[in-house]
């Protein structure tokens, strides 16, 4: 297949959403950009491309995918149930990296929910996401563009990589402005649960809601036939073709675990910013220490740069696991298959 590739840009994003729109309703798959990561869509409406973007990602059968709006009429056409504690929320998040949980409509196909009776559901504030879905008219199914197994993509070029010749249409919105995917949040339960920790935090949620938790199953590795929540939590997810460990200790000790390894040939580390000199490897900084913005800004650009260098190993300075890190030491530790040393 012939692949293209536009740039949408504020002069011509009006075209390029037009262009992005018919292939949809044509039954097409095309990669978008959004502020966190970039997406693989297809419109809802659409069964045969919905079933195409499980193919083309090399998806689970049963990881269901996340819906996109650009208003809230279009989350009526997905949720059967919206409660006043998502309207709190959509009101303070929306648009933004926070994907809600609800009880779907009829009309959204089990390829989508995997035959589960939720709907995920996500309003982002790309404007070239929001311009698209406008202009489509419908509700975009979309899981982030990259190869199943793959980190997800946060430029155009990474989509580039994944999906050249498979999708007709890769939209360039520049390189993402958060870096990893979404808040996973469910409020089908009881207590308010976060599924997938994301840059909006537990702290920012609770704001809104002071109940809400984080599931135990999101710091664990979860068996191969446990039920769970959020089934993209059982998958080894993000992982770079070169191996991850993630080292916890302060820098004293990173240095001087990385200076007590054997074979340090196509070994690499992991660092914050400033602390380049020190380490005994090379080293690339993912961001500041205590700043997980930063961090999730660069950690999954990264991982994919170590691959494209061919590095064999790379050794992370773990970060934080609360706050806006935890969403980035979620994604590291699955990067690492849960790999985690104490140096
Ligand atoms: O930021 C994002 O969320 C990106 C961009 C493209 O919007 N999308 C994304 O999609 O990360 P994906 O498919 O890679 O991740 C969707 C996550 C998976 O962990 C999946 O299991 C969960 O959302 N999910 C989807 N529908 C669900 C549902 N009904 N109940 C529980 N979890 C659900
Ligand atoms: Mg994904």
């Known amino acids: 297949m012939e ?19 018919d292939l949809l309703n044509a039954g097409k798959v095309v990669a978008i950009p959004t502020e966190t990561v970039y997406g693989l869509a297809a419109s809802i409406w659409q069964e045969e491309a919905l079933r195409e973007v499980y193919a083309v990602k090399g998806r689970p059968q049963d990881n269901p995918v996340i819906v996109h709006i650009s208003d809230l009429d279009m989350l009526e ?5 919206i409660p006043e504690s998502a309207r ?56 982030s563009a990259n190869l199943s197994g793959r980190p997800s993509p946060t430029t155009a ?8 010749g498979k999708v007709p249409l890769i939209v360039d919105g520049g390189p993402c402005d958060v870096g990893v995917e ?34 135990e199953a999101v710091k664990r590795k979860v068996g191969e036939n446990e039920k769970v929540e959020s089934p993209g939590l059982k998958y080894r997810h993000y992982s770079p073709v070169c191996d991850v460990t993630l080292v916890r200790g302060d820098l004293d000790r990173f240095v001087r675990y990385l200076e007590g390894l054997e074979d340090r040939e196509g070994v690499c580390a992991m660092c914050f910013e400033g602390e380049e000199e020190r380490i005994p490897v090379p080293a690339f900084p993912y961001g500041k220490e205590g700043d997980g913005r930063s961090q999730a800004h660069n950690v999954f650009y990264i991982l ?35 790999k985690v040393v104490e140096a």
């Open 3 to 21: 692949t293209e590739l536009l740039r949408a840009e504020k002069e011509n994003i009006d075209a390029v959403a037009r262009r992005a729109a």
């Open 77 to 81: 056409q997905v949720a059967a149930e």
């Open 88 to 143: 709190k929320l959509a009101d303070r998040f929306w648009p933004g990296p926070l994907t809600m949980i609800f009880r779907k409509t009829e009309k959204v196909s089990d390829v989508i929910t995997c035959g589960m009776d939720t709907v995920a559901v996500r309003y982002p504030s790309h404007p070239a996401a929001m311009a698209i879905i406008r202009q489509t008219g419908a509700p975009l199914a979309a899981p």
């Open 157 to 164: 070029e990474h989509c580039v990589h994944d999906l050249w």
């Open 182 to 215: 979404s808040t996973v949040l469910s409020l089908a339960g009881e207590v308010p649960v976060i599924l997938r920790p994301g840059i909006v935090s537990l702290e920012d949620i609770r704001q809104v809601l002071p109940e809400a938790v984080v599931s």
């Open 304 to 338: 994919r740069e170590l691959d494209d260098l061919g590095m064999k190993s790379v050794y992370v300075r773990a970060p934080e696991e609360d706050g806006r890190s935890m969403a980035v030491s979620n994604r590291l530790t699955r990067a690492a298959g849960f």
